[in-house]
């Protein structure tokens, strides 16, 4: 089975501070994407990752910064926490591109 | 941007009885998913239909397609408590490797 792991499921962190989101899958997956969820929102896509060192922005990157140094970790990272960051945070990775996706848990963030 | 929309927004019907929601697109795709929530978990993926397919049938979940009107639509058949969550439909926009969600559709199965 495919897992994909997200370090956290409940994260309090306060504002300013700089906060990393880690997520690890471990089938050898090209892609990765991280989203958060919000009520009313549905998901919304914040970065992915194509390949080792490569990313692209997503939806909404304000605020946000990513690193994938190995294929099978995923970090994103909160520069300077601020209390409209609090929210779901969803992990997702994908074989190769066109097939389907495969979730973490998800790590609720809340920032005070 | 979000390239799904997902009609209704909330659902609630009794067990046994059937649920269809409507997920409705932006740009050309090469597939589109459906994926399943409960509350407070990770997404866990139903079912892919692609874009030459009119149909597609995986037990009780029966997904169409209409590529020209640009909408797909999720049918649970004799509908159960269990399958009580929140139902997205997703595709790559545009035919690039950007995966993208609609806002959902929440099921309430009443027993």
């Known amino acids: 089975d495919v897992k994909v792991t997200q370090s956290s499921r409940y994260l309090v962190k306060r504002t300013g501070e700089k906060v990393f989101l880690e997520c690890v899958q471990d089938m050898d997956h090209e892609n990765m994407f991280w989203y958060r969820q919000d009520p009313g929102l549905g998901l919304r896509l914040i970065y992915f990752s194509y390949d080792v060192k490569m990313k692209e922005k997503g939806d909404i990157p304000e605020g946000y910064s990513v690193s994938r140094e190995k294929k099978e970790r995923f970090s994103l990272i909160l520069e300077s926490a601020s209390t409209n960051q609090t929210s779901m945070y969803l992990c997702?990775?994908?074989?190769?591109?066109?097939?389907?996706?495969?979730f973490g848990q998800g790590t609720r963030l809340t920032v005070v | 941007s979000q390239q799904g929309e997902e009609d209704p927004q909330a659902l609630s019907i009794q067990e046994g009885e059937n649920a269809t929601m409507n997920c409705s697109y932006k740009t050309s795709i090469n597939n589109l998913q459906w994926y399943r929530q409960n509350s407070g978990r990770g997404l866990v993926h139903l079912i892919l239909i692609r874009s030459n397919e009119r149909e597609k049938h995986s037990g009780r979940l029966r997904v169409t397609l209409d590529t020209s009107k640009k909408s797909s639509s999720l049918l649970i058949t004799a509908s159960r408590a269990a399958d009580t969550a929140s139902y997205f439909c997703?595709?790559?926009?545009?035919?690039?490797?950007?995966?993208?969600f609609g806002k959902g559709t929440k099921l309430t199965v009443n027993p």
């Open positions: 997702a990775s994908i074989p190769i591109p066109n097939t389907e996706a495969f």
């Open positions: 997703a595709t790559f926009q545009g035919g690039s490797e950007k995966l993208v």
